[in-house]
């Protein structure tokens, strides 16, 4: 069965620090990846997907994520972290043809001035 | 204006009282979906719909009834059998390619007296 790991629920970075939140996935095929970001009682907003071609994938607001097949992994980074990037994020992979999504548990991002 | 839409932004449901959550949505995608999310515990699936007149239950559907009359709209009933109905409640969209993006109305709180 499909299943994603987000193995950090709370993470702490100081301002202007680099960030790296980790996600690890079980599936079988070639995945469909994302990530969400969600902000304290709203909808989640999409950074970033893959689907297939280049394993390095840009997303809004300065994030990257890096699909590793040999790792199932599908960690999202982002270079200087701003205090408006605090916020709860969640991986995601696409299970296979019914369109469902299998999400992590999710990463609470706390920014430090 | 484009978007999803989940009315109201808060409820309260009584004990014993069916309530229902109501997503609308002008996107023209064919999928809808209904998740609920815990603290600490991502976001489970309750039901989606990939077309009008048809619906499957997802990982948590007991204690909840949909409908898809039509393509715009996905209405969810917590029924009195759900016994833990607090939570918040997401709505999601997505176009008939099941690789594709959902995407996430603003939420409802559901919370009980």
């Known amino acids: 069965a499909q299943s994603v790991t987000q193995p950090d629920i709370h993470i702490t970075v100081s301002e202007g620090a680099s960030l790296e939140l980790r996600c690890n996935y079980s599936y079988g095929a070639t995945p469909y990846l994302f990530w969400y970001v969600q902000s304290p009682g709203q909808g989640l907003q999409l950074l970033l997907k893959y689907f297939s071609g280049d394993t390095l994938v840009q997303g809004i607001k300065g994030f990257e994520a890096e699909f590793k097949r040999s790792q199932s992994s599908f960690n999202l980074r982002k270079p200087s972290v701003h205090w408006s990037d605090a916020a709860e994020y969640f991986c995601?992979?696409?299970?296979?043809?019914?369109?469902?999504?299998?999400f992590g548990q999710g990463t609470t991002l706390q920014v430090k001035p | 204006d484009g978007g999803i839409t989940q009315s109201p932004k808060y409820l309260f449901r009584k004990e014993g009282q069916n309530v229902t959550l109501s997503c609308e949505q002008n996107l023209n995608h064919d999928a809808m979906y209904w998740y609920r999310q815990d603290p600490g515990q991502g976001l489970r699936l309750i039901y989606y719909s990939q077309i009008v007149n048809d619906f499957q239950k997802g990982d948590i559907a007991e204690g909840y009834s949909v409908s898809r009359e039509k393509k715009e709209s996905f209405p969810l009933t917590v029924t009195s059998a759900q016994k833990n109905p607090t939570a918040f409640y997401l709505c999601a969209t997505q176009t008939s390619e099941t690789s594709e993006t959902q995407y996430f109305g603003p939420g409802t709180r559901l919370l009980v007296l």
């Open positions: 995601a992979v696409g299970a296979g043809n019914t369109g469902k999504l299998i």
